[in-house]
């Protein structure tokens, strides 16, 4: 099913996920050809398997570990709940594998998370606050990221994350896919898309 490796199809099985959503369909080919992708759709549509399920494909594809501090894979979204969401179904996607996924959000140790983040990640879920403390602190490396998904984006403009995004895009590599998905498409949001996104696909699921 859309050129995903069985490892994960049948993790996919296991969770009663058998039918792809339309955003899954529309996304997940693209994504897996490395290109950048901007989606428009709805909170409940399965956008978390449209970007995570290509991004967990390449990273068991290539094999390559993170060094200390370094993440190969950023997924950015507004609120803790949110972020420890994606987690969770992220690591039921992906059981079974080597790909390492992390948490980090405010309202919890970071001395804990900057202990987990020493050994590299694969695959970091981050609130964009947090993300910018360790950066601060030199708890995280950003420069050999590969993917970047930027989750309910229009979320992360409404609570003012606009600075720390701008903060994050210019530490991270030029040469990287970047997925972006949002409910809705604000002014402000067509701006951080034409920054963070190189020649996007654009798939709208209503």
Do not use: C, W
Request: no cysteine; glycine share 8%.
């Amino acid at each position: 099913m859309l050129g995903l490796p069985p490892r994960l199809l049948a993790n996919l099985a296991d969770l009663n996920i058998t039918d792809p959503t339309p955003i899954q369909t529309q996304a997940i080919p693209h994504a897996l050809n490395g290109r950048d992708v901007m989606g428009l759709a709805q909170t409940g549509t399965g956008k978390t398997a449209a970007f995570g399920l290509p991004i967990v494909t390449t990273i068991m594809r290539d094999q390559s570990r993170p060094g200390p501090k370094q993440v190969h894979g950023l997924i950015l979204a507004p609120t803790r709940e949110l972020a420890k969401q994606i987690v969770d179904n992220l690591r039921a996607y992906s059981a079974n594998t080597p790909v390492k996924i992390g948490l980090v959000t405010g309202g919890n140790s970071i001395n804990g998370q900057i202990n987990r983040l020493a050994k590299g990640t694969d695959l970091l879920v981050a609130t964009p606050g947090r993300l910018i403390d360790l950066m601060e602190q030199k708890a995280v490396r950003l420069d050999a990221t590969r993917f970047l998904v930027l989750d309910e984006a229009d979320q992360m403009l409404d609570l003012g994350f606009i600075h720390a995004l701008r903060q994050i895009a210019k530490v991270l590599p030029k040469e990287r896919q970047t997925m972006l998905f949002s409910a809705t498409m604000p002014k402000q949001m067509a701006e951080i898309a034409a920054a963070y996104l190189t020649d996007p696909i654009r798939i709208e699921v209503t």
